[in-house]
């Protein structure tokens, strides 16, 4: 029972030696779609796409990571709560050039096909014990809720953080790429629609290795790091990780003499992960077997997570700040004349073309478009035509601008 | 102490007890609906007690979620050619299992039904809730003329799929349809922010409202009309909540359940007399006669269980769900117990007494009849309750 084509590629992270290079039509199906949409250059005028913006304005979304990662379950340790980032970036193309809007519009958010979160995760059962505070039902860390408005940030773009998204709709099925709908109102009028993927993943497999017999997953974790490291966890769950080991996805500074969560996570199981037997051994903890979160144009092109972000010993490196030391582009890209990243600046941070986002036009890390997922493709199709890059300068520019772009970030 | 001396105190007890008048809620046997590699949950369930729902498949084929169909064993029904994943929602009293086919990262989701043996197609729609009737309410999916993705509510009949009105809105989720034809689920009001619950009768739509806040939800309903879901309070809590609807499917009543602990609950399943099943502060309840039941103390003591959801009940007062079992989750069955009949041998006569007050007198966790944990006086007066009244 196996799927053929664009989806046989992504389910190929399975048990080492089963039935993986099996899978290479599809992923060269796959690869063949990335270099049609990406590799042919830039088209520059409508023919390109079959559809045009017909709305005064633009608005294009992402997430900031590409995955949000959270548990099911807190009755035992919290390691990372539901919380997600959108930022939106709104632009007028009304007038002769395109401008950046920073006011003067209201930037709506809502994810109509799950709209619940309290029902789907103990999160708001054990907040209390946890952090505590305790936080209204549906409501996330910043105060958010799972429908509002997004904020100016300051940094010409709008977003909404915290939101207690969980991968599970209001039919109960798993997606951990639900559509967000995102609404640009101007006096009461609405100027621009969109929809993007935010994504959320609780796929995390620990007892894969963690299964010992008569207790749970987790029990096992925390007897195993009582055992090793003279602690009591065990005896005082539900236990907050981060309150030791420092993580700056949650802002805890933990106590400076110990590894930080993720150096010590990586570190400790960087020498076990044998013991498995996965194709893709980051998908035994990070979303996962049935997620593949990686799942952009690198995924497509046979780029998989160490190709950029090294083994796990790299990325436990002690003198690495989890989640600021990240691959850069140009790492591997380079091309003439061209640029990426801004200097010193994160990809999901840095602009170019007179302050538009990377991810306005590329879309979230790990999504970068065209993506093997459907979902994350939607809003290039709807606004272009076509997946993959924001190519169609018609998408912001009320007319083809006609000359060439060249790719620098203060490229005009 | 003879047989008789027993018996006597065990008479003397049962007067003391129905003298204080003391109550003892039904108690439930507890089995596991099994696993396949991960985690499993229970959605449906039928009058016969056969049982529906999803379990993560194996770590060899990706873990993969896989809709099963439970008869006292499972058994995993795969999704339709093409897809990776299946998921079971409803079961009706002919052990028809109705569910959806679908792979994650794909926008299509096919419904299924499956009825010993492999799941035949019933089109593009997600399916949710269905009667004995063949109907099968659920979502189907659209695109506005802008082509941005939405969705309505429909019906299966017959062979073909209607969408049902929403209520201002661009999204809508049918989630139950009773045998007398009534549908109830849930639309997005203008603007797409908040949903309402709804009930549809004769193809129109009504809003159930809310308890006072801005949200609320439909996934149940009976034939007397009587709708279990969430709705909001004033304090923007959601809270379960019965809405009774009158004869021209309106909302005469809406009844809040409160809640066990915290500030959430959810109700999931009503049967024909009312009683309603759902979470609240990670424990799955049992709303009966106006009180809101915390199910996890009506099993037997000592079991690895936490109950965190029941998503439904039938008429004979069996319960699913899924709850954790040494930290997994899994999908149980509840059946009422005869307490009773303490001894397990099928009648309920004076040995059950004797067998009960040695247990009792042994501080055995089985004498703990109320659940709460302690072997004490309270239990004696609670079990000549349960023996009092028979099976």
Known sequence: MRTEGLLTGRRRSGRKGRGARATWLGLLGVAGFAVGAAGSGPPTGPGAGEKTVSTPYVVLVANDLGMHCMQQDFSEFLILPPFNTVHAQVIDRSG?????????????????????????????????????????????????????????????????????????????????????????????????????????????????????????????????????????LEAN????????????????????????????????????????ELENDCYACHP???????????????????????????????????????????DCHSRPGFEFEQPGTLYRDSKGHSGVFCYACHGSPHAITPTVTEQDNLQAINLQGHAGVIDQCIVCHSQDEGDPFFHRVDDD | M????????????????????AASAQQYEITSLGNIYGP??????????????????????????????????????????????SHAVAIDDAGAVYGNSFTIGRFAVRAFMADAGAPVLLGNFTARGANNAGKIVGQTPGTDSAGWRTSS???????????????????????????????????????????????????????????????????????????????DTAAGDPHACLFQVNGAGDVASRTDLGVLGGRASYAYGVDGSGRAVGTSDDRAFLWDGGQLLDLNAHIPAGTDWHLQAATAINGSGQIVGWGRLLGVPTAFLLTPACVADFNGDGSVNTIDVLSFLNAWAAGDSSADINGDGLVNTLDVIAFLNFWNAGC
């Open chain 1, 96 to 232: 002769e050039h395109p401008h950046i809007v920073t006011s003067g519009v209201t930037v709506d958010f809502a994810i109509p096909g799950n709209t619940t979160a309290t029902d789907k995760t103990n999160w708001w059962t054990y907040d209390q014990a946890l952090l505590g505070v305790d936080f209204a039902p549906d409501v996330g860390l910043t105060g958010n809720g799972l429908a509002g408005v997004l904020s100016p940030t300051g940094r010409k773009d709008y977003s909404i953080t915290g939101v207690p998204l969980t991968p599970i709709d209001d039919n109960g099925l798993e997606n951990p790429y639900p559509l967000a709908t995102v609404t640009v109102t101007r006096n009461g009028a609405e100027v621009a629609r969109t929809q993007a993927v935010v994504p959320v993943s609780w796929e995390v497999n620990c007892s894969l290795c963690h299964n010992a017999p008569g207790i749970s997953p987790g029990t096992d974790i925390l007897r195993a790091h009582d055992r090793m490291h003279g602690t009591e």
């Open chain 1, 237 to 276: 769950q539900p236990v907050f990780c981060a309150g030791c080991h420092a993580d700056p996805a949650l802002g805890a500074p933990g106590d400076p003499d110990l590894p930080t969560f993720s150096a010590a996570m990586h570190g400790a199981h960087a020498d076990r992960m044998d013991q498995v």
């Open chain 1, 288 to 330: 996962g077997l049935r997620t593949q979160c990686q799942r952009d144009v690198h995924y497509a092109n046979g780029i998989f997570c160490t190709d950029c972000h090294g083994g796990m010993e790299a990325v436990g490196d002690p003198s690495r700040t989890p989640w600021a030391d990240q691959p850069r582009c140009d």
């Open chain 2, 2 to 21: 003879t047989n008789h001396s027993m018996t006597t105190r065990a008479a003397a007890l049962a007067g003391l007890c129905a003298l204080a008048g």
């Open chain 2, 40 to 85: 499993s949950a229970a959605y449906a369930l039928n009058g016969s007690g056969q049982a529906a729902g999803a379990a993560i498949g194996t770590i060899e084929d990706l873990s993969p979620y896989r809709a099963f169909f439970w008869d006292g064993a499972l058994h995993a029904i795969d999704p339709l050619a093409g897809d990776l994943d």
């Open chain 2, 153 to 231: 509510a429909c019906v299966y009949d017959s062979g073909s799929v209607s969408t049902l009105p929403g209520l201002g809105g661009r999204s809508g989720l049918a989630t139950d349809v009773a045998e007398n034809g009534d549908i109830v689920g849930m639309a997005t009001l203008p603007k797409d922010k908040v949903n309402h619950a709804a009930l549809w009768r004769s193809g129109v739509a009504h809003d159930l409202g809310t308890l006072g806040g801005a949200r609320s939800q439909a996934h149940a309903v009976n034939e007397g009309g009587l709708v279990a879901g969430v709705a």
